[in-house]
Every structure is written in C-alpha cells, then in structure tokens.
C-alpha cells in the first residue's frame, strides 16, 4: 500500500518523490552521454536508422541525448514519472512529447507505434507483480525495434539498493519478453562494464530485439 493515492506501487512512489529527483543531480553530465553515444552505437550496428524513439523512464533524457548526436533528424518521446525529470525532459523536446506519468498508467496510443523502443535501468526498479503490463505497453508501441538495457540474472533476484529494499530487482527481462511476444526476435545482445576506462556503463547487459 502506498501513501500516494496516484500510484498502485512504493517503487513508483519512490521514483516520483525526493529520492527520485535526488537522481537527477547524481546523474547527469557530458561524461554519461559520451558513455552512452559509445553504448548506443555499438548496440543499433545493425538496426537501420530508427525516425522515431520512445523512452519508457526517461529520466532528464541523457540517453536520448545521445541517441540524438547519432541520429539528429530523430523524432523523439519520453514517458517519465517524476515531476522534476519531466519539467527537464520538456525543456529540449517538444511539451507534447513528454509523457508525465507513471509507465503503468502510461496509454500506448491505438496505432501508435515507434522506430525504436527504449528502456535503460527502468525494468529493475518496476515491482515484479506488474512486469508483465510493462512488457506489453513496450510491446505495443514497438514498430519495429526493442532496446532493452538492464542488469540480467538468469533468474530473479532482490538486491538491496543505496539502503533500501523491494527497490532493484535483477531477472532476464528480455528473455521473458521474447518468450511471451514470440514476433520479437534478438538481433542482437552485449555487456557493458563500470571498470571501461573510455566508456563505463554500470554493468548493464543490453539486448536488441525486432518486431517481425
């Protein structure tokens, strides 16, 4: 049970309130999107050029950041749960492309689809009851490629997270996701690991699947 009525989850109300915009100070910078530039450039080498992307958590939008000096004529969207992220993310796309909300109550539009679906250290903080919605509003609005990032373990797990418990859970994400949308196929799939002396990630394994 939460103290915000808004929201069905405590991670969900974790990531909305103080801990969430504490995030944002934590992580930001030019080093994060040269680290992600080289991350995304390695993990779309064999996707053709995505128009259109869609960040499920998006936070101030340092991964479309990136994704935009790859791609810069890139028509980009961002759903975002806290208020302080959103208000960022509105200050280098369009308003009507950031999606206020919590990616469980987020609506995919009936038709609506996109090049490129993201979610980047998001599915880890998602209570474990409510994956499966997750997976299928990724599903929905991927038009053609799904690019999950996220720490893997061959079967789920809790781990305590900067003193906090119930709020990073670690599971084969894309694995459930392609046994569940059987016209997901893995294009392709890589690590990427905190001691890189160019570019560090936090050890975050990605995957990049196609919608056939």
């Known amino acids: 049970m939460t103290s915000d009525t808004r929201f069905r989850t405590e991670q969900e109300e974790f990531w909305a309130g103080s801990f969430g915009t504490e995030y944002i100070a934590r992580n930001q910078g030019g080093h994060a999107v040269a680290s992600n530039v080289a991350l995304f450039s390695q993990a779309l080498q064999k996707a053709e ?4 992307c869609i960040e499920f958590g998006a936070n101030i ?7 935009r000096l790859l791609y810069p004529s890139q028509k980009q969207y961002a759903v975002e749960i806290n208020h302080n992220a959103a208000a960022e993310l509105r200050r280098k796309l369009p308003p009507e492309s ?9 609506e995919v539009s009936e038709g609506k689809r996109y090049d490129l ?14 994956l499966q919605q997750v997976y299928a509003k ?3 609005a991927t038009g053609r490629y799904l690019l999950v990032c996220e720490y893997y373990n061959p079967v789920p797990v809790t781990v305590s997270y900067r003193g906090h418990t119930e709020r990073l ?3 084969d994400f894309a694995g459930e996701i392609m046994d569940r949308f059987k ?7 890589g690590f990427a690991y905190h001691r ?9 394994t990605w995957f990049l699947m196609e919608r056939r």
């Open 183 to 189: 016209s997901l196929t893995l294009l392709d799939y």
């Open 138 to 140: 990724l599903y929905e």
């Open 196 to 204: 890189d002396r160019s570019f560090p990630q936090d050890d975050i």
């Open 117 to 130: 679906v993201l979610i980047k250290g998001v599915l880890i903080h998602i209570n474990p009851q409510f």
């Open 98 to 106: 950031v999606f206020e909300a919590s990616i469980l109550d987020h």
């Open 49 to 52: 050029i995505p128009a259109t």
């Open 61 to 67: 939008g340092l991964n479309l950041d990136a994704l």
């Open 169 to 171: 859970f670690k599971r």
